[in-house]
């Protein structure tokens, strides 16, 4: 028998709950809204005889904010797969290749990634940290049966589609956490409760909800008499509401979805009824936490919520705006001219005159006009109050990790490094924060899978180009293939293909379509973002860093230049680049016999050379030889002289 759910014991708990939310998160997250938003004065501060007369508004929050968003955000996040464990065999004996489900699985996150916006939701996100404790993103699986319900919408919200999965922003304003819960990521929370608002007639006939018969609306919609608009905001009693002619979109059901992980059950809950709505299993396993991701900056220890940027610096805003105020009101002060007249001096039209007239008027002067008015010189500003003003201001931007260059500010430098020195302290800040966004990516990835590995059926996924080049090297075979007349290839102009293939006057075409069902991704992965550049990129940025790469690597033997030569055409985006590549193995006897010709050309050029060399070689061996017969000779004379001036000599003696 299935355990009974202790209703009012949870709803002791959601109002503990919403105790420490209205305490720590409901009144400060609105004012820091309000200060992004520019509504920073306090009525109670401006009196037209008060120290403060003039709303004035330098808005350091909204501009540190502007200016640190764009510089940690991940401009084009792509999602890396790798397996877990090596490619092993089924019980059945069949090879299981992890490598390429681990590619299967990459296209199919990065497919979902990009249909769900998943990049839109993670931005506003990011926002909601900037500005409060935390942003947060919600996960869930969405059944036909709850997105529509006898041809009635059910489900508005455009992102949450049925029979899919979901990830979407949540405003932090609907969470209420286990109040002992102190772990910013939620690890350490035995459950959490997320608020849902939906009309009276889309509960009653959501099909997961029960005992929805006698519920009645316990929220009414705001209306604006004066403008005919809803408000933003719906109004905080949540007790039950009669009809009283409002229309019946205006009158909702504020429920919450109580995310039990301590006892494995999902509880959905009124306040304001008596009887459980729905009371079960988790319909997913979230890879072992909550539906729901936390994306944070400032760790506040032994504290559940994190440290606010905004409020780190807020009392410092106000201080800034309240010196702009006097400023302001001090400048309009002495910019009217006021003067001192003698009593009698002036009738009340003359004086009239002076007020009110044009320049140049002409005043009558009952008396002698000689110290009759005078004009009542006022003190100017203390340069005082625009130091402390500049210093307040440099303050801020310290606080939030701005730089006054970085945010437009023109400033004059005693060297020529110190910029440089700047922006590198400004770096470091900036890639602790966005390697804290890469890992929030990398957890809705994995989340995101997980949610996949378990409600899969099959799907048909029509790559684009980037994808299906990655595709066609790792996983060719789940391409979708055809086999076409030679001549047929340029119909597939348009969608990225690639021939593979040809026998006789028949191309194999591998096509932008594959197909991926649960089997194929089953097993354990690791996820991580590929970042890419944080700065915006232009067309002319990117060809000129192709021809830049190119140029580099031209003379580097051990790169492949068919694929350099395609990135490069591919960052000019020329249609059918591929048709303008010869193959990789033409390409390659090419350069073989270019090789070779040019060893040739060497040789012949140095022929002529070698011949002249050659014909002196043999030159000089030639003379070379005649003197040393010649020398022979003489030797060989001197030694017949030598003997017949012997044999001459012994026959005189005789």
């Known amino acids: ?72 955000n991940l401009r084009r996040p792509k999602v890396l797969v790798s397996p877990k464990k090596r490619p092993h065999k089924l019980p ?49 699986y969405t059944f036909k049966t709850e997105k529509v319900k006898d041809k009635t919408l059910l489900e508005v919200h455009e992102l949450i589609k049925e029979d899919s999965i979901f990830a979407v922003r949540r405003s932090p304003m609907d969470l209420r956490v286990d109040p002992k819960a102190k772990d910013h990521n939620l690890r350490d929370a035995d459950w959490i409760a997320l608020r849902w608002a939906r009309s009276l007639y889309d509960v009653q006939h959501d099909a997961k909800f029960k005992n929805t018969s006698d519920l009645i609306a316990n929220h009414r919609i705001d209306v604006d008499p004066t403008s005919e608009s809803i408000a933003s905001e719906m ?173 437009g500010e023109s400033k004059n430098f005693d060297t020529a490094t110190e910029p440089s020195l700047i922006n590198e302290g400004v770096k470091s800040r900036r890639s602790e924060r966005s390697v804290i966004i890469e890992d929030f990516h990398a957890r809705i990835v994995n989340k995101m899978a997980v949610m996949l590995q378990q409600t899969l059926s099959k799907r048909e996924l029509n790559l684009n180009k980037e994808q299906f080049d990655f595709a066609s090297q790792t996983v060719p075979n789940a391409l979708d293939r055809q086999q076409v007349d030679v001549n047929q290839v340029q119909q597939f102009t348009g969608v990225p ?81 591929e048709e303008l590549l010869k193959p990789q193995q033409q390409v390659q006897q090419e350069r073989q016999q270019a090789v070779q010709t040019a060893v040739q050309g060497e040789q012949a050029k140095d022929q002529p050379k070698r011949d002249t060399d050659l014909q002196k070689t043999k030159m000089k061996s030639q003379v070379a030889m005649e003197g040393i017969k010649s020398k022979e000779r003489i030797e060989a004379q001197k030694v017949k002289s030598s003997l017949l001036t012997s044999v001459l000599s012994s026959r005189g003696k005789q």
């Open 1 to 72: 028998m299935p355990e009974k759910i202790d209703l009012p014991r949870w709803k002791l708990r959601l109002s503990n709950a919403h105790k420490r939310h209205d305490d720590k998160v409901k009144k400060q997250l609105k004012v820091w809204r309000d200060y992004y938003r520019g509504v920073q004065w306090d009525p109670d501060l401006l009196a037209p005889n008060g120290p403060y007369r003039t709303a004035t508004i330098d808005n350091m929050v909204f501009s540190n904010i502007s200016t640190i968003k764009p510089s940690i």
């Open 92 to 140: 059945d004996g069949t090879l299981f290749n992890t490598i390429a489900s681990a590619s299967m699985l990459r296209l199919l996150l990065d497919s979902h990634y990009q249909e769900l916006r998943t990049k839109e939701q993670t931005d506003k996100c990011l926002v909601d940290a900037l500005i409060g404790h935390w942003g947060l993103m919600e996960f869930g």
């Open 235 to 407: 109004n905080s009693t949540e007790e039950p509401v009669a009809d009283g002619g409002t229309p019946n979109d205006l009158n909702l059901v504020v429920g919450w979805r109580i995310w039990d992980k301590k006892h494995g059950k999902v509880i959905d809950i009124v306040e304001t009824h008596d009887k459980v709505l729905q009371d079960g299993p988790w319909p997913l396993d979230f890879g072992g936490g909550f539906p729901i991701e936390t994306l944070w900056f400032n760790y506040n220890p032994d504290e559940l919520l994190p440290i606010s940027d905004v409020d780190t610096y807020i009392a410092a805003q106000d201080e800034l705006n309240r010196i702009n105020s006097m400023k302001l009101d001090h400048i309009r002060r002495i910019s009217k001219r006021a003067y001192i007249a003698q009593d009698g001096t002036f009738t009340n039209e003359e004086i009239e005159k002076l007020q009110t007239g044009p320049d140049g008027i002409v005043m009558l002067s009952n008396k002698s006009p000689i110290g009759a008015l005078e004009p009542i010189k006022d003190v100017n500003i203390a340069q005082d109050i625009y130091i402390v003003g500049s210093t307040v201001k440099s303050s801020i931007r310290q606080t939030a990790g701005v730089s006054g260059f970085e945010a």
């Open 497 to 577: 293909h690639k021939v593979v293939g040809r026998v006789g006057d028949q191309a194999q075409v591998l096509l932008p379509w594959l197909t991926v069902d649960k089997k194929q991704i089953v097993g354990e992965y690791n996820f991580d973002i590929e970042v890419g550049s944080t700065q915006l990129d232009t067309e002319d940025k990117k060809k000129a860093e192709a021809i830049l790469l190119y140029n580099t690597l031209q003379a580097n033997p051990i790169v492949n230049p068919f694929v350099g030569t395609k990135k490069l055409l591919d960052a000019f985006q020329v249609p059918e680049a």
